[in-house]
């Protein structure tokens, strides 16, 4: 028997990790005959299949507004209160028309019961399990108590009531043990473990004829090393480590190339890589406005590329991130064959490491062995191939589409009490 899976989230559209994983879940699902369907504010979604609701989305002015009155500060006015319940109410509505429409027989909530970035989103969700029982799971990326910016705030009660509630109609997914143990200490619910995943079964395509030009639109010649960094420009992301491992490398052959864009946090980190890189002579590129969802000719007549359009022609991928909830940029790197420096980041050092890939790690800054681990698999092809076909078959193992589908077959199992997969 197939399922109407209603995904529900304040955003499903271009490359962020939840969008991404949400599709991945989505193309599985359909392996089994099970349909999809998308709820949020902001959708790139088959419209056929789609309901839009731009109060959901978290970028929405009236939940913006409600944000500056909750973070940083530990007391609402009532008219903060009247304004979340009401926008949340709205909502409600909205996932009940949701539902309808398309008939659906279960829901998958994707971090919006996790993080809350859209707090009348998680409330709305929650009453409607609770009022409702319509079999649920709860996808979570990563928790507010994982982030400093919701530490100090006035909705303690909507936390605890809804990131994430307990329901016994919701079944919990976390996709890293640390998680995993947190939200049983914290909420006293468990949890299964559902790691990141890449179509490992499917080695990906060759660089075809559109994107064969990417290092002439960049201007890094075959001779130069293309070294990418292909996060968003966030503190986080440590980018001033990749900075500091190619000024030690001291080669002049070496262009660092960061893939996507600054804005979500402010552009002042941004232009602190700037100097950062002038200083240290570092020829650090900024590809931002030439990659893309999708392919396409932007306003300047200029090629849009898809980040899996750039990595076939890196020679070497960059990964110093400070903390990850998991880390999509480290298996699209393994699944690409590129060799990439990694930061021992929590997730990596307890989730990751202990799998066995061969790759030059950082303990939190760049030492001369690092680097010339690095120098050696830039120059030893042998040896390059040797480390990325290694990595491959441990991505195969652990972190392919088949561990995926083992573990929704339980999880649908869970909730609707039939072996539908």
Request: with cysteine; charged share 25%; hydrophobic share 40%.
């Amino acid at each position: 028997m197939s399922e109407r899976i209603g995904f529900i989230s304040t955003r499903f559209a271009g490359i962020d990790g939840v969008s991404l994983e949400s599709a991945k879940w989505a193309q599985v699902l359909w392996d089994y005959k099970h349909l999809s369907f998308w709820y949020g504010g902001l959708l790139h979604r088959a419209p056929e299949a789609s309901m839009t609701v731009p109060e959901s989305f978290f970028g929405h002015p009236e939940n913006e507004w409600i944000n500056r009155a909750i973070w940083g500060k530990t007391r609402r006015s009532t008219l903060v209160s009247r304004r979340i319940r009401d926008l949340a109410e709205y909502i409600k509505y909205t996932l009940r028309d949701f539902i309808g429409t398309y008939e659906l027989t279960a829901l998958i909530i994707e971090n919006a019961l996790a993080i809350p970035i859209h707090v009348p989103l998680g409330i709305a969700v929650t009453e409607l399990l609770a009022e409702m029982q319509i079999p649920a799971i709860a996808h979570h990326h990563d928790f507010y108590w994982e982030r400093t910016r919701f530490q100090v705030n006035a909705v303690p009660d909507f936390l605890d009531m809804a990131f994430p509630p307990r329901s016994d109609s919701l079944q919990h997914v976390v996709i890293n043990h640390e998680a995993q143990e947190e939200l049983s200490w914290r909420k006293g619910v468990p949890s299964i473990l559902i790691p990141n995943v890449l179509d490992f079964e499917n080695p990906p395509q060759e660089a075809d004829h559109y994107s064969s030009d990417i290092r002439q639109q960049i201007g890094i010649s075959p001779e130069e090393f293309l070294i990418l960094q292909p996060t968003r420009i966030i503190p986080r992301k440590g980018i001033e480590h990749a900075i500091k491992l190619v000024e030690m490398l001291e080669d002049p052959r070496c262009k660092l190339v960061i893939s996507h864009e600054a804005g979500d946090e402010g552009y002042e980190y941004m232009n602190a890589l700037k100097e950062i890189a002038a200083e240290s002579n570092v020829d650090l590129r900024f590809i931002a406005t030439q990659v893309g969802e999708q392919r396409k000719v932007n306003n300047a007549g200029k090629k849009v590329y898809t980040l899996n359009d750039i990595y076939p022609h890196a020679d070497l991928v960059t990964y110093p991130s400070l903390y990850e909830g998991f880390g999509n940029a480290f298996l699209e790197a393994i699944y690409y064959r590129i060799p990439l420096v990694v930061n021992r980041y929590s997730i990596f050092a307890r989730d990751i490491e202990p799998k066995g890939f061969i790759l030059p790690i950082m303990d939190g800054f760049i030492t001369n062995k690092v680097v010339e681990e690095v120098r050696r698999i830039l120059n030893d092809k042998e040896y390059k191939k040797q480390v990325v076909d290694h990595n491959y078959q441990l991505g195969l193992r652990f972190y392919s589409y088949s561990v995926l589908r083992r573990t929704l077959r339980t999880l649908i199992t869970n909730i609707t009490g039939l072996p539908n997969l």
